[in-house]
């Protein structure tokens, strides 16, 4: 009986495989590999960029063949850290199933090139934009980075002018030596120019690793109006990731107002660690509205600092893992069309949920394992209707004993939010949700823009 039923599964497993194989047996760079290597490793396996080193040519892809076929079938590559069993986002780096099998296949037949006047040309990067020609370019202080392989966390500030107030529609972060850029957060402060006398007055870069209080930087950077009070502070307006385009919204969303005098604020720019000196000159494009803003991107968080506390409050002890939470009833129906949970070194997993008053839980995002160095801005592929009264739920675990490896305390100490200091070796639990008032509608706007 044992043996019989040995045969069959032996049978049912030769036949699932020969099927599979029948699809993909003949993978070959040309024709199979090479569109998937460009659309979804390129971008950042290229010259100056992240990746570190090129997939562009068949050699460098051949060469390579056993870590692309170990980081895609584990998952590492290309990175994107939120489970795509849960929900899946327009803005996505992920690669099918069936991509994963056709790399397995080809490389298992010792990377066979097919014909190779038929590989199809690699993919033009324009040098200035990846989005087209902006109407402004705002340079960043040019910085000297020291290779002394320490993480920098600095707030920036770039300063900028207009004759006349305008809406810009996107705005895209440029950088300029990627080997040390690492990821950028920046709000927009629109000064009142009546308070303002100089934009570009004051510190543009200060280092938030060893100063206590954001305000106190703020006054030294000339973030204030010349009588102590505050400009306008539009959060989130430009970020920025490895490999990861800037947000775009459909025509008249989104868009965000300047006035005559500006500046971004660096809330976060985080240059990574470095063998040798070198230099940063990134820059900034914007791109001006065509059409007239006819819907604001609102946000809330829940979390730290946020519209719903923290529960139990943010205190990890040394060696120990924790569970926290947040809830907020949900006051008015929204459309969210952006995802972003934010956590430091120490976060482990996160999810994010909500239950409306009647019907079934609604899936927002989930990541198994949270990375510090991948925090995405999510946007589903359309936006996600949510009913007044709903719950929305974030649940976060933080990982602070020696096994974490992005532990930044070695032994590991007791760490809290300390009321949102932002420092990175202090911790924050937020889950950031950009929305719009909800329209009849919303449920059909697509967000994914049209690949070109
Ligand atoms: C968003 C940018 C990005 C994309 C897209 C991307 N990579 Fe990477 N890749 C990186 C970075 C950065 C590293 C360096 C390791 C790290 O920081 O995680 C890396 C490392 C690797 C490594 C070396 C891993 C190791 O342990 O040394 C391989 C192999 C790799 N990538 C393959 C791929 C393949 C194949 C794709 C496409 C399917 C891809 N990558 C897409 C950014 C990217």
């Keep these: 009986m044992k043996k019989r039923i040995g045969i069959l599964i032996f049978i049912a497993c030769s036949f699932i495989f020969s099927c599979k194989e029948s699809s993909t047996n003949n993978a070959t760079y040309s024709k199979d590999i090479a569109p998937i290597i460009y659309k979804n490793c390129t971008p950042c396996h290229r010259p100056n960029q992240i990746g570190h080193f090129n997939l562009q040519t068949y050699t460098d892809v051949q060469s390579n063949a056993k870590a692309i076929l170990y980081t895609v079938s584990n998952h590492l590559m290309p990175p994107w850290p939120a489970d795509i069993h849960y929900t899946r986002f327009a803005n996505e780096l992920v690669l099918e199933d069936k991509e994963i099998e056709l790399i397995k296949t080809w490389v298992n037949n010792k990377c066979p090139i097919g014909d190779s ?13 990846l989005l087209g020609t902006p109407d402004l370019t705002i340079p960043v202080i040019p910085r000297k980075i020291i290779g002394d392989f320490n993480d920098q966390f600095l707030l920036i500030k770039v300063p900028f002018a207009l004759p006349t107030e305008t809406y810009a529609h996107t705005i895209e972060f440029v950088p300029g030596n990627t080997n040390v850029v690492h990821h950028v957060n920046a709000d927009i402060v629109r000064f009142n120019e009546t308070k303002k006398a100089n934009v570009f007055d004051g510190n543009w870069v200060h280092n938030t690793v060893t100063d206590s209080t954001i305000k106190d930087a703020y006054q030294k950077m ?7 009070s505050y400009p306008t502070l539009h959060r989130n307006a430009m970020n920025y990731l490895p490999g990861v385009m800037a947000q775009e ?15 971004f604020l660096f809330s976060d720019i985080h240059y990574g660690p470095y063998w040798e ?11 001006f509205s065509k059409t007239p803003p006819n819907r604001t991107v609102k946000e809330f968080q829940l979390g730290t600092l946020g519209v719903s506390p923290v529960l139990p409050a943010l205190i990890i002890p040394a060696d120990s893992i924790v569970t926290v939470c947040s809830k907020y009833v949900l006051p008015e129906p929204i459309s969210v069309i952006t995802l972003n949970p934010h956590m430091h070194l120490l976060g482990k997993s996160f999810w994010g949920f909500a239950v409306p008053p009647s019907g079934d839980t609604i899936p927002l995002i989930r990541i198994n394992n949270w990375d510090f160095n991948w925090q995405n801005y999510y946007k589903p592929k359309k936006p996600i209707v949510i009913p007044a009264g709903t719950v929305i739920y974030a649940q976060g675990v933080y990982d602070n004993t020696s096994k974490n490896p992005f532990n930044p305390n070695k032994p590991p100490k007791t760490i809290t939010d300390k009321n949102g200091t932002m420092r990175t070796t202090d911790e924050m639990f937020q889950f950031i949700i950009m929305y719009l008032e909800y329209q009849k509608g919303d449920e059909e706007m697509v967000l994914e823009k049209e690949k070109k």
Aim: charged share 20%.
């Design 277 to 287: 000196d070198t230099w940063d000159s990134s820059y900034i494009n914007i791109f």
């Design 117 to 129: 006047n038929a590989i199809p040309p690699v993919p033009n990067y324009p040098a200035r934009s």
């Design 249 to 263: 919204y459909p025509d008249g969303i989104g868009d965000i107002l300047l006035g005559k005098k500006n500046a």
């Design 222 to 228: 000339g973030m204030l109006h010349d009588d102590g």
